[in-house]
């Protein structure tokens, strides 16, 4: 773990309590005058406290120093994903949160499964504990949108994911990409972006839509 995250680092003193202390204490084995690192996720500054003193139930920290350490990916990229099964992007979100990707929106295409509805209480606890593995410095942003046709209105930039001629590369100067669900993009969906807005990855092989994603945050962010 590269930092602990609470909500009100950067005070000059905090009291761990429940979840932070135990997680800390008994499964990091701190101990007192020892100093760990702090972050808010929302200030790009790692706060470095110390121990100061500490029970069974909770222990006090004090400010020792703080500064300003960003860990972000060389651009931001959204994904809008097509939804799918939650336990499959629950497989793969700390590999996404990892590479650096800054958003997914999740939106309902045509062969989504309504049944499917993500937990995005679940996912950000997902998220928050890969942060603080990897030491991103901020967090991925979740959200759900309504359907394709609108979130390309917001974003008439993005480009799909499909069979093309058009090779995604490292190369490729893309913010926003529209990943497809299982069974892959109507027609009728195709038909909503320009011609030169769809790409495809150089293989022969069908990916899962998990796959995919991961594939194309890889290409454009590592």
């Known amino acids: 773990m590269q930092y602990l995250y609470h ?85 793969v979100l700390p590999t996404l949160n990892e590479m650096g990707v800054d958003a997914i929106t999740f939106i309902y295409c045509a062969r989504s499964q309504k049944s499917f509805k993500p937990d995005f209480k679940r996912l950000e606890k997902i998220v928050l504990n890969s942060s603080q593995q990897s030491g991103r410095s901020s967090m991925m942003k979740l959200s759900m949108g309504s359907d394709l046709k609108s979130f390309l209105e917001e974003h008439s930039d993005a480009v799909m994911l499909n069979f093309s001629e058009q090779t995604l590369n490292e190369d490729s100067n893309i913010g926003t990409f529209v990943v497809g669900c299982e069974g892959g993009f109507t027609a009728d969906e195709v038909l909503l972006f320009n011609a030169d807005n769809i790409m495809g990855l150089n293989t022969p092989l069908i990916l899962k839509s998990e796959s995919a994603v991961c594939a194309v945050a890889s290409k454009l962010l590592l």
């Open 7 to 91: 909500k009100e680092a950067g005070a000059s003193s905090l009291i761990l309590k429940g979840d932070e202390h135990r997680y800390i204490f008994k499964v990091r084995r701190h101990r007192e005058g020892e100093s760990i690192a702090l972050r808010n996720l929302e200030d790009g500054f790692i706060y470095f406290y110390n121990i100061n003193s500490m029970d069974k139930k909770e222990a006090n920290l004090f400010l020792e120093k703080s500064e300003i350490l960003e860990v972000v990916a060389k651009r931001k990229l959204h994904i809008a994903w097509c939804v799918i099964d939650p336990k499959s992007v629950e497989k």
